[in-house]
């Protein structure tokens, strides 16, 4: 029971610091987008505190610079929230503030994964905020806007938060590409960045390089890369060639023309080429040659 | 498609492969009538290019051929091939056919021919008993220096000239227009009469005089 206790102070405490400095600035791709971590605070959740009445200090000095809003995000629902271990919460602050600290060195890549690692220890709609603000960062739009949807939905944030993340969510939402995939091949299985896609049907995606692929019985496996542009709607035709048994005719009576143009080319040569090498030697079998 | 493209693509290599000119080569076929035991031995030299005198020039070929029944010898008539330089296909064939009878034989045939470019053409040589003929010499007959008495052969080639399949003299080049064309048509029928007598009318005191031999 008092291990339950000290955890839930320990999440709520580290909820707390997570939304403590909302910091968003109007450039959302900065690295000053994200929340940083307030140095008492930090401090404080950072270290595993010795006893109870440690973390009831750092959690109530924590708690001084609540906002309501913020506050009330304590109370989302997540899958560990105040399950997570002491140890999962610690590396979840390391990674997080590792995160952070790579954003602000423009390592969007590195400092996306930090955020996920540090969000996959301990769901925190804060650190789904930061996580979407660096996937937006390095283009993709797409999961972007899911995790910050997501954030609006599950953090109840403050009215300017709201404004401002709504705002990022209407600049990506233009600038997605619209994509619509016509196989040449009817009921062929489509994929886009090997995620199955639907034939015939719009989709949106990153802009950006992608790859289509196709496959139907019959068929050769077709892949095809392409790139969008911000806010193109490209309607991409995906050719299948026929393959085995389904042979256009065309296909048929040119390879055996072919096979047999060849066949016969290399019997030619043989039958000119052996005379070649056994010239006529007459009755007494005596060949003069230059050589 | 594709797959098409490289199927005909290799069609068409081999048809052009296909189509490589066939050999320039000619067959010479060498006949006589003139009886083995009096043309035992023939000496047969050829070269590309070559004057048909030097020795040590030129020369490609040089067969000493002997006439007879075992394997080891030769019948005739009987043919040999001969093919075209590919890299000199212009430079004429010289042939000497002679019997080997000391430094100026009694008989000999010289033969200069062009190739037809990838064709196989046909000449018949043939050793004109004829050709063996003994005579004095005269404007009509010269012989060569030296010699007061000589056969048709040694008087042609004493006026440049050789001694041809009808016992005549003429040229040594041969004319396109001579030649046969194809190398499959056979081998004449033997014109030696080897059941003549090499025996001589002793009443002649001719002994070894061609031209002067007696059937018993």
Known sequence: MLLRNRAALFGSALSVVLFAAPVFAQQPRHAADFYQLPANAADAVGVQPATPGAVTDATARAAASIPAATSRAVTLPTTRGAQSSSTDAQRARERFEAGVRLADSLQWSEAADAFEESYRLLPRPGTLRNLGLAHRALGRYMRALEELRQFLAESAPTPDVNTQVTTIINDMRSQLATLTVVPSVSGAQLTLDNQPIHANEEIQTDPGTHVVTGTAPGHARAAQTLTLRRSEQRRFELRLERTGGGVPIGVVVGSTVGGILVVAGIVLAVVLLSHEEAPNCGSLNVCVNPQ | ?216
């Open chain 2, 1 to 216: 498609m594709n797959a098409t493209r490289i199927v005909a693509a290799l069609g068409m290599f081999g048809a052009i492969g296909s189509c490589r000119p066939p050999l320039t080569q000619m067959l010479l076929v060498i006949d006589t009538d003139i009886p083995t035991c009096r043309l035992a031995d023939i000496h047969l030299r050829c070269g590309y290019n070559w004057d048909g005198a030097a020795a040590d020039s030129g020369l490609t070929c040089d067969y000493p051929f002997h006439r007879g029944s075992s394997s080891a010898e030769i019948q005739l008539p009987g043919s040999l091939g001969f093919t075209a330089n590919e890299r000199l296909p212009n430079d004429p064939l010289t042939l000497v056919i002679d019997d080997s009878n000391g430094p100026i034989p009694t008989l000999r045939r010289t033969v200069r021919v062009h190739f037809v470019q990838r064709q196989t053409t046909r000449l018949v040589v043939r050793l004109a008993n004829a050709c063996l003929a003994r005579g004095t010499t005269t404007a009509s007959h010269p012989c060569p220096t030296g010699l007061a008495i000589c056969t048709l052969s040694q008087s042609c080639e004493a006026a440049g000239l050789t001694c041809g399949n009808d016992g005549r003299c003429r040229s040594v080049d041969v004319l396109e227009s001579e030649l046969e064309f194809g190398g499959d048509a056979g081998l004449p029928d033997s014109s030696a009469d080897d059941a003549a007598s090499c025996f001589v009318d002793a009443s002649t005191g001719d002994a070894g005089d061609a031209g002067d031999a007696r059937r018993d």
